[in-house]
């Protein structure tokens, strides 16, 4: 499968942002898809993740309450709609797909992700 992320550029604090991966190749709902975020200096990092169904979510705690992960398994497309931004969202975001259903993929974590699209980078200034 491969992945195209867009939507990334420059937010302001207490904003919104809205990222968009396109997936084209195998079966789209064989994956799991997921966003992470690799800040200057840090390592990648979880942020959400969507089962196969789209049913079955899953958030990073410094995320909870302010992201929404969606697919839609008609257009191949997995959406992190960002609210609340703050600087520490800061980062480059890398969506990503799993062979893996999720409760599998949260428990290995990103080696379980065997695609990734090139990254779209998120700058929040206030």
């Known amino acids: 499968v491969q992945l195209q992320a867009s939507g990334g550029g420059s937010g302001q604090v207490g904003g919104s942002l809205r990222l968009s991966c396109q997936a084209s190749?195998?079966?789209?709902?064989?994956?799991?898809m997921a966003w992470f975020r690799q800040a200057p200096g840090k390592e990648r990092e979880f942020v959400a993740a969507v089962s196969r169904s789209g049913e079955l979510l899953e958030y990073a705690d410094s995320v909870k309450g302010r992201f929404i992960i969606s697919r839609d398994n008609v257009a191949n497309t997995v959406k992190l709609q960002m609210n609340s931004l703050t600087p520490d969202d800061t980062a480059i975001y890398y969506c990503?797909?799993?062979?893996?259903?999720?409760?599998?993929?949260?428990?290995?974590?990103?080696?379980?992700?065997?695609?990734w699209g090139q990254g779209t980078l998120v700058t929040v200034s206030s």
């Open positions: 990503g797909a799993s062979p893996f259903g999720l409760a599998a993929a949260q428990s290995k974590g990103k080696i379980a992700y065997d695609w």
């Open positions: 190749g195998r079966a789209f709902t064989t994956y799991t």
